[in-house]
């Protein structure tokens, strides 16, 4: 995850950019969330149905788990198509505390295509009521989305300069990886306790570790819209030989990083505020569940970008690069202006601000409660 290298100014210019603007996104789910458990607890919320919850675990396993796709079987005359899923990375909750779960456990999950509904589904052999299997598979989806974040930075080279759009992006996706794949779990103690990150991180491991199955036969799942779109991607290769600005990297890499991510996004982002807040797991998910609407208030909706960058650049509307030096921006082929100098010293200096005001922060911190920071 952490094998880019970024050049100093390159890092302090993105803790500004990137930590700032994903702070505030945070606050604001934070807000949300609280607003909607209060609704919920004053019965202004109501839960939804059982037939509600089967079928937003269907569209969640079709647009968005299809890689566990076993076969498709008929059953009294309709097909019903079977997904596994091997290691399964989760904790549960005991009367101690969290207890992480996933090694050697498998998830299986049948869905009826012909009435489009969820048919049933067990986790160690174990029933498993809707609202438990959505919450299961959506933990799982956050814990396996780093891994997709990893393949992102294969597709990155934040040192190239033949093309400054691309090079700000790539420092933008190395930087925005590292802070989400070590952060978060530090968030989640702070907020769920120090159990449920430790769990997350263990669950984040295994993830990583796993491997991708074969998902050729994936075409039998055709009636599912985002698998036909998914099918695209030779067009996106042959789109990708034709450029000559990237030649180092990885085409798979680029569209896992920019296609698949984004679909990632988009599938979790449908799951709305309301609904998963209203869930009611088993007290065993609890904490499961809470680590759900985290992630779902939090990190998955676009961060805001502060409007300094307009201001900033003025009449220049070229997008800045992220190098400070006005001469290296005119030895690379593209046009500098005033605004692009300005953007760059004052982010890098409001990212050195922002970096130093967080390690005092955790120092102070660190003097009162002597722990690790």
């Not at 789109?239 to 896992?256: G, I, Q």
Request: proline share 6%; charged share 15%.
């Amino acid at each position: 995850m952490n094998h880019i290298q970024l050049s100093f100014s390159q890092f302090m210019w993105a803790s500004f950019w990137i930590a700032v603007p994903a702070s505030l996104a945070m606050l604001k789910g934070l807000g949300q969330m609280r607003c909607c458990k209060l609704l919920v607890k004053l019965g202004w919320l109501r839960p939804p149905s059982a037939a509600a919850m089967r079928s937003a675990v269907f569209h969640l396993v079709l647009s968005n788990l299809g890689l566990a796709f076993q076969d498709i079987r008929t059953e009294s005359g309709e097909e019903v198509a079977t997904f596994e899923w091997s290691p399964f990375p989760h904790f549960v909750d005991t009367h101690r505390a969290c207890e992480f779960r996933g090694e050697s456990s498998t998830m299986r999950v049948s869905l009826n295509l012909s009435r489009g509904d969820l048919a049933s589904a067990t986790l160690d052999g174990h029933e498993s009521s809707p609202d438990d299997t959505l919450v299961l598979l959506r933990h799982y989806t956050a814990q396996v989305h780093p891994k997709v974040h990893a393949y992102a930075n294969w597709g990155c080279d934040p040192q190239s300069g033949k093309n400054l759009h691309l090079q700000k992006m790539s420092v933008v996706t190395a930087c925005y990886n590292h802070f989400g794949f070590n952060n978060y779990p530090k968030i989640a103690r702070v907020f769920l306790g120090a159990d449920v990150g430790r769990a997350l991180a263990q669950c984040t491991d295994v993830a990583m570790r796993s491997t991708v199955p074969p998902h050729a036969h994936m075409r039998a799942l055709a009636p599912s819209p985002l698998i036909k779109f998914v099918g695209l991607m030779g067009r996106f290769a042959r789109l990708f030989k034709n450029r000559t600005d990237c030649p180092e990297s990885s085409c798979e890499a680029y569209w896992l990083g920019t296609v698949v991510h984004s679909l990632e996004h988009h599938t979790f982002g449908k799951m709305s505020v309301r609904l998963v807040c209203s869930l009611q797991p088993s007290p065993c998910y609890r904490s499961l569940c809470e680590n759900v609407k985290l992630v779902r208030c939090t990190v998955v909706d676009d961060i805001p970008y502060p409007g300094l960058v307009q201001v900033l650049q003025g009449r220049c509307h070229r997008i800045p690069s992220t190098r400070l030096s006005r001469s290296q921006t005119h030895r690379s082929g593209a046009r500098g202006c005033d605004a692009n100098l300005h953007h760059q010293v004052i982010g890098l200096g409001l990212g050195c601000l922002f970096f130093f005001i967080s390690r005092l922060f955790c120092w102070l911190r660190s003097s009162r409660h002597p722990s690790p920071c």
